[in-house]
């Protein structure tokens, strides 16, 4: 998992040769605290096929306000500078993982 700024955004995600869920969060968000932990998991799951950013976006609020994020958690899974899917909320590991395949097909 690795922590991304407006500044590296374009090179860590969008020229990223393999998929990257992007989860945008802030420290005062509860949900984006609840999926942490399960980020993390899945994160170790996916391995090689998966790249996990985390983008805060009270530090980072250009990136957001490009992608439309209007609400926390958002997360969005970018592949070869594409959005390939967007889910905004908490989501229980089952149904991350269930997003995450979906869009890796």
Same mark, same amino acid.
């Given at each position: ?12 995600? /969008? ?5 990257? /869920? ?13 999926? #942490? ?28 306000? $490009? ?26 590991? #089952? $149904? /991350? ?6 869009? /890796?097909?």
């Amino acid at each position: 998992m690795i922590n991304v700024t407006d500044n590296d955004f374009p090179k860590a995600v /969008l020229e990223s040769e393999i998929p990257v /869920l992007v989860d945008f969060w802030a420290e005062w968000c509860g949900p984006c605290k609840m999926i #942490a932990p399960i980020l993390t998991e899945v994160s170790e799951e996916y391995g090689e096929k998966l790249v996990i950013a985390k983008v805060d976006v009270e530090a980072n609020p250009n990136t957001p306000a $490009q992608y439309s994020v209007r609400g926390i958690p958002a997360l969005m899974i970018f592949h070869r500078g594409e959005v390939i899917g967007t889910k905004v909320g908490a989501l229980s590991k #089952a $149904q /991350l993982k269930e997003f995450i395949d979906e869009c /890796l097909g």
